[in-house]
C-alpha cells in the first residue's frame, strides 16, 4: 500500500501566491511506504554485541575502591585459639575439673598395682622406689633408672645394679620402704642383690589392703580439691556476673555429676584390687 502525503506550506512572513513563487517553486509531492510511525524519543535502541561486551568489561573492572580496602594480610591469619582467660569466662568449662580426676585416677591405678596380689610379687613397685644418692634429699632418681629388675623364678628377685657405688643406696631404699623385703648379696656377682620373696600371709595381705585404702583415699582427695577449685571459679563468675544464675546454676549441677562419677570410678578401682589382694 502506498500512501502520497503532500508537504506542509512553507512558512514565510510574506504567505502570498507571488512571493511564494519568488521563494521557490513548489515542492514536490513525496511518497512513503506503509511503515510504523514511531517518534524518536519512543525508540528503542539496541545496543550492539560489541556495544554489550564494551559495557559489561567496564562494569567489571570498575571497582578498584572495593579491591583497594581488602586488607589481605588479616584474611591468610587464621583465627587465634581459644585463651585461657575465654575458657574461665565459660561457665560450663570444666576441663580442670576433668584433668584433675583423669590424673587422680592414673596415679590411683599405678598404686594399686604396686602392691601384693594374691602371692604374686610385682616388680614395678620396686622400680618405682626413690633412691637417694646424696646427702640432699632432693637428690634421687628411680631405682629403675640405676639397675634392672629381674624375676629369677620361684620366690627369689634379682637386682642387678650397673655401678657398684649405688649398691648400698639401692639396699638402703628398698630396706627402709614398706615392701618388708631384705635384700642380699650375691656370691658370685658384686653387682647383684638377691631378694627373698616371702609367701603372703594375713597380715601382709591386711597390710596390702590398708595401703589400697590409703590410695583410694588420696585419690578421692584429689577428685574433692579439683571439685572445690571448680566451685569457686563459679563462684567468683557469679559474683562478678561473669555470667547469668541459670548458667552458672547449671554448670554447677554438672560439676557435682562429674565430681560424683570420678569418685565412683575411684571405688571401683579399689574394690577390684580389694577382691585381688585378698585372694588366697
Do not use: W
Not at 24 to 50: E, H, K, M, N, W
Not at 242 to 265: F, I, S
Amino acid at each position: 500500500m502506498i500512501v502520497i502525503l503532500s508537504a506542509p506550506p512553507l512558512f514565510h512572513p510574506y504567505n502570498t501566491s507571488a512571493d511564494m513563487h519568488r521563494i521557490g517553486p513548489r515542492l514536490p509531492y513525496r511518497v512513503f511506504t506503509q511503515r510504523p510511525i514511531v517518534p524518536a524519543r519512543a525508540r528503542v535502541l539496541t545496543p550492539s554485541p560489541l556495544t554489550r561486551y564494551c559495557l559489561s568489561c567496564r562494569l567489571i573492572s570498575s571497582t578498584p575502591v572495593l579491591l583497594k580496602k581488602k586488607d589481605k594480610t588479616k584474611a591468610s591469619v587464621a583465627e587465634p585459639p581459644l585463651t585461657s582467660s575465654d575458657a574461665s569466662e565459660d561457665p560450663y568449662h570444666l576441663s580442670q575439673l576433668e584433668i584433675g580426676i583423669k590424673t587422680a585416677l592414673a596415679r590411683l591405678k599405678d598404686d594399686l598395682s604396686n602392691l601384693r596380689a594374691g602371692g604374686r610379687f610385682n616388680t614395678a613397685s620396686l622400680e618405682g622406689l626413690k633412691v637417694q644418692l646424696g646427702k640432699d634429699a632432693h637428690d634421687s632418681i628411680r631405682l629403675r633408672d640405676l639397675a634392672q629388675v629381674v624375676p629369677k623364678g620361684g620366690r627369689v628377685v634379682a637386682i642387678l645394679v650397673a655401678e657398684e657405688e649405688h649398691i648400698k643406696p639401692v639396699t638402703s631404699a628398698i630396706v627402709s620402704s614398706n615392701l618388708s623385703l631384705t635384700p642380699q648379696s650375691d656370691p658370685h656377682n658384686p653387682l647383684q642383690l638377691n631378694i627373698p620373696i616371702p609367701p603372703p600371709t594375713k597380715e601382709s595381705r591386711d597390710q596390702s589392703v590398708q595401703a589400697a585404702k590409703q590410695a583410694l583415699e588420696k585419690a578421692a582427695n584429689a577428685v574433692r580439691d579439683s571439685r572445690g577449685a571448680t566451685h569457686k571459679r563459679l563462684q567468683d563468675m557469679q559474683k562478678k556476673k561473669l555470667a547469668r544464675p541459670d548458667d552458672v546454676r547449671k554448670a554447677h549441677d554438672q560439676m557435682e555429676k562429674t565430681a560424683d562419677k570420678g569418685q565412683k570410678e575411684a571405688k571401683d578401682l579399689f574394690d577390684d584390687a580389694k577382691k585381688m589382694l585378698e585372694q588366697v
